[in-house]
């Protein structure tokens, strides 16, 4: 057995991703102004239409106090609409405003630019592949 944690395939995974996390961080705050975490709620916003914060959440697998700080913080900013969903009076809709729509375009296009070399020398389709399917396997163990 290795005990060498750092030779596993789930810390690599983990490294990656927060490498990944730290150089859209940068590139967002010092060109945007925006961090990553409330970028990606934007990204879930345009993405997903007009969801339910509880979706935005589920979506991110982050909790919902912790959408709830976001939101917040986007709609104070300008980037985002909150209205009550008439479906369920204890829930909310979010919408981009005119403001965070054109901040997604512009900044999702900077960002795919600037990372540009992150999967240099990678087998993309190989990747996503793998990916997929670690994903698959947690939701089923999770039972998602």
Request: aromatic letters at 4%.
């Amino acid at each position: 057995m290795n005990d060498d944690i750092t030779s596993s395939t789930a810390f690599k995974l983990h490294r990656a991703t927060a490498l990944i996390d730290r150089v859209a961080d940068a590139y967002l705050s010092r060109e945007h102004g925006i961090r990553y975490a409330l970028f990606l709620v934007l990204l879930m916003v345009r993405v997903m239409g007009e969801p339910s914060q509880r979706a935005v959440a589920t979506a991110l697998d982050v909790s919902r106090a912790s959408i709830t700080q976001r939101v917040s913080a986007l709609v104070e900013a300008g980037l985002l609409r909150v209205a009550p969903d008439p479906a369920d009076s204890r829930a909310n809709i979010v919408s981009l405003s005119r403001k965070g729509a054109g901040l997604v375009t512009v900044a999702w296009a900077g960002l795919e630019q600037h990372q540009d070399g992150l999967d240099h020398g990678v087998d993309e389709p190989a990747l996503a592949a793998a990916l997929d399917r670690i994903i698959a396997n947690g939701e089923r163990i999770l039972g998602s």
